[in-house]
């Protein structure tokens, strides 16, 4: 599991004006908070917090906050972004017991490649892209990986189905969908039904059409 230190500014000013004067200069205010303190608001430094979430694990990184000497090793807890441009308008940290068990949620990537869902005409569907699980901070998975190499169009991937690392157990139902596989067959043969409709359509108003010259006669 990565870690790495993030340098924080304790004592920031609280409200909307201080917050964006924070931005403007490049920080982001956050707050850290946990079992046993008292909430500390901070600022971090925008490029610093980018570094420090740079590498596979992402979010998951354990990071050693350091605020005044102090350092207090916390996960990232919720990130909120502008609505428009995606950019980190604050974050919020929590403090972890590195002993104790969290839950997270933890990407889920595909490799691999389904030839017999290929020949079929069908498509690997990714049903979950990040599954929550459960285990100590220290032992967070970057990522949890699925082969679909042997998957047939008939098959679908539960949570049941995946073995995860030791040490880390599943936060949700074991009947839970993670892989699926959608066949495009089935459009093609509704578009094949349309096409036939049109084309019933159109001889039956040629019919009426012959049998209206007909009577003119």
Known sequence: ????????????????????????E????????GQGMDPLTLAVKRSDLRVAVSGAAGLNTILDLTVDGTA???????????????????????QVNLNEEIT???????????????????LVDLDMAEMDVVTTPRNIPDEIVIDVTEMTPDDVIRV??????????????DD????????????????????????????????EAAEGDADGE
């Open 1 to 24: 599991m990565s870690e790495t230190v993030l340098h924080a500014e304790a004592g920031r000013s609280t409200g909307s004006a201080a917050s964006r004067r924070l931005r403007r």
């Open 26 to 33: 490049e920080k982001i205010p956050a707050v850290v908070y």
């Open 72 to 94: 207090y090793p916390v996960i990232i807890k919720d990130i909120e972004r502008h609505p428009v441009r995606r950019t980190v308008q604050h974050v919020d940290f929590i």
């Open 104 to 122: 997270v949620a933890v990407p889920v990537r595909l490799e691999g490649e389904a030839k017999e869902v290929a020949q079929a005409n069908g």
């Open 160 to 173: 049941a189905d995946i073995t995860l690392p030791e040490g880390v157990a599943a936060a949700v139902d």
């Open 176 to 207: 839970a969908l993670v892989v699926t596989v959608l066949m495009m067959k089935v459009v093609e043969e509704e578009v094949a039904e349309e096409g036939e409709g049109e084309e019933g359509e159109e001889g039956e108003g040629s019919d």
